[in-house]
């Protein structure tokens, strides 16, 4: 195995900051599943005292879901719950079986890096401040002429484009890690619940 003591100490890090990340999103979720029916009523109402729509929730239900979807894949990754064939794999011997799952982890790495690869990029064409030599160390490309926001709330887009690097930051960093694990997991010849 490689450093087992530090690759159980790695999860145990893993395990709470993609938890957090996790019950971040489902506050998220919860907050827009709120606010959609409050606007769904207001809409129906829409005239009487003094209710009516929430402005801008589309955009914040757009944004929001993204940053949820983020938030929630470092714990999906380390759980394991991605979609998997696993009817062929089953029949297998435990060796063969560790290294499948290492197989599929070092591609959803791949994946995670590609992911947190163009999210950069995108958020650096988004974000409209730091100096040019910063920019350039950063790989953030020029500063656009002209900073995005959302239509109706004027939101500046380079925020959530930011708070989804964020979750896909994690998430590569929790595919290295669950990389790493199933190294361990396929010489050692069997899988540890996860």
Known sequence: MLAPRAEAATGRVMEVLARWLAYGGGLILTVLALMVVVSVIGRRLDGILFFG???????????GCAIAVFAFLPWCQLKRGHVAVDIVVQAFPARVKALSGLIGDVLLAVAAYIIAWRLWLGFGEKFPYGSDNLRAALDMGPRPFFPQTSYELEIPTWIPYGLCFIGAALFLITALYTVWRSLNWTLTGAEEPV
């Not at 729509?53 to 944004?63: F, R």
């Open 53 to 63: 729509p929430i402005t801008g929730d589309y955009e914040l239900v757009e944004a």
